[in-house]
């Protein structure tokens, strides 16, 4: 008798499938730097959409090796980032914990949406708490600025922190303190080249059954009555139906994060790669954009969040990808 072989569908490594807590993205982990200075390891912007690029193919391993070759990319509108604090952490057994926060005397207006603002604060007087000494990792508390952009319908910003790494602490406390209460661009965080990794909240899609939101087999035909029912609920022992057995629920708007994502190409002027009519959903880039390669989680005006790659095993290159084409062709239509 052969042996039957019938392996579960749907990964448990994602469950809960629920909804995201928060439409911000977060990481639970920053990868360390061997640079000796300090840079900001995060950054974070807005999805326009997706278009396609003639690029010369860099990869030294693939068939098409240096010729030119068409890509999908994605878009992503990145304004500059605000520092509104800088975050000092001591490292004990259970981990992190904040020694001394300082805060920006000056805020923006807008970030009254998120919390309230006080009045009289001392940054100085926040300062002279900081030890060197006891300071195991610098982060920057930073904020977005959607009022800045036309294609996302809000202004409250999105409030974050982002790791600061390389160098000693010292420097990385220096410059935090050089940044604090000022605008970061995107190339503060990376160059054309990089390799990042993407957080974002993916689609949400409502309430599934089992066989969208996991991807069963279907019935036979010769099933009493029904196709889509799930098979089995499981043993009579124990009394009730255990998590791994698939079921309908909540499909969508999970947090995901994709590893090792190329960025082709950052500019500064939106009309570069504009198509005619706009981004679907979304309209014109005005501000600062980056292009990468490949496709990311969500949809158009969904917040993204980008780190330098944890997990980095691709080809590290010397100069930026060599682009010779950008679809500005209409979307309308697709």
Known sequence: MPKEHRPRHGSMGFSPRKRSESPIPHFSSWPDLDGSSPKVQGFAGYKAGMTHAIVVDYRPTSTTSGQEVQIPVTVLEVPPMHVAAVRLYHREPEGLRTQVEVWSPKLDKE?????PIPKDYDAEEAWKKVD????DDVRLITYTQPALLTGVPKKKPDLMENRVGGGSIEDRIKYAKQLLGT???VTEFCR???IVDVAAITKGKGWKGHHTRW???LLSHKNSKHRRNIGTLGNFQP????????QGGQ??????????KRILKIGEKGEEINPSGGFL???IVRNSYVLLHGSIPGPAKRLIRLRDAARIGFVKLEKSPDLTYVSRESKQGV
């Open 111 to 115: 970030l009254r949406r998120v919390f």
């Open 132 to 135: 060197p000494a006891h300071v």
């Open 183 to 185: 605008d970061i661009a």
């Open 192 to 194: 054309e080249g990089s």
């Open 215 to 217: 991807g069963t087999r």
């Open 239 to 246: 009394g009730y139906v255990r998590p791994t057995v698939p």
């Open 251 to 260: 499909f969508g708007y999970h947090q995901r994060t994709e590893y090792n």
């Open 281 to 283: 959903s979304y309209g």
